[in-house]
């Protein structure tokens, strides 16, 4: 018989109302509890998406033994702390990006999974989304020819809000762990590390990145071109451009979205989405309970390596772009 797992949100914010409505859509899936900062908040949540039980602090949350998954939707700059919290408690752990801050964190991360033997993985949905798969499988076959460069962007204009985590520093603001990391994530999917990295970085007066151009050159001479932005808005598609043709990851390209391909010669065609429900999130929390069912603690799909790549690659654009986190960036430069 399937196993149903009792899931819990850590941090009651903007995204785990998105993720705990795809929830529902799983049958494996309980809404057991939902922890905030604050007892009230949490209660609202809990009662709004129909979880059990509501804890006011994160502590109360992943001691409860019925607790089987933990989704932490805190800021970037909370990951590494609440993440080590829960694995301490033997609580497995879907943990949103930015994983962490930067690629020491990441690595503590890891070895506490190890040391607990509890299951980790990063929140990066678009990895098992059907459209990004989908494209990949059509990207990797050959069928386009060699794949030469990777145009790819994510931008819109946020509300300049000090204090809040887009643009507060401390909190991890700035548009590459929070958006700039998807064209990044389309780059290193797709054609790997690169050799050399070139970005340019604008800056809020915060002092948080709030533009940012990032340029890859890999060593057989393909290229990725990526931007993110916090004062513009973009399309928000990644265009893989091959030797025989093009494929589009239609707006918005992270997300369950249309594929269009050009081949050389002019035939262009569309593949629908097969995307029909929910958000896009019901796909990673399914893998999770696929991965426990079977006691991994690391996902054969978003590995701990993929993770550790991509933060290796954040880390390498924001020492070129000249973007630091005091608060963090302590034990990676010193
Ligand atoms: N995968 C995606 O599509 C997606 C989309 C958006 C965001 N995200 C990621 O999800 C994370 C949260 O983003 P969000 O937009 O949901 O943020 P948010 O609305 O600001 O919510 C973050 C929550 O974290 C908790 N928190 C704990 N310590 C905090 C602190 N010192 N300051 C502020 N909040 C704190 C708060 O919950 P309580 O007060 O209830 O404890 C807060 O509501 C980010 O890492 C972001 O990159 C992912």
Redesign the pocket.
Known sequence: MTKKYNWAIL??????T?FASDLKLLPNANLYAA????LT??QD?ANEYGFEVAYGS?QELVKDPKVDAVYI???????HEHTLLCLNHKKPVLC???FAMNLTEVNEMVACAKNNNTFLME?F?TMFQPSFQKAMEIVRSGELGKLKIVRSDFAFNAPFIED??LYNIK??GGSL??IGIYPVFAALTSLGIPETIKSFAEFSSTGSEESLSMLFKYKNGEMANLTSSFSSYSPTQTEYLCENGYLVLNPRWFTPTDITICKEGGDVYTIESEHREGFG?QYEAQHVMECLDTGLIESPKMTWEISRNLMGVLDRIRIDAGIFFPDHDKQMFF
């Not at 941090?11 to 785990?16: E, F, P, Y």
């Not at 922890?35 to 604050?38: E, K, M, P, V």
């Open positions: 941090g009651c914010g903007r995204i785990a998105k922890a905030s900062r604050d908040r949490a949540f994160y939707a805190t800021p970037h700059s909370h990951h949103e990006k930015a929140a949905w809040k985590r909190l991890g762990l929070d999130y």
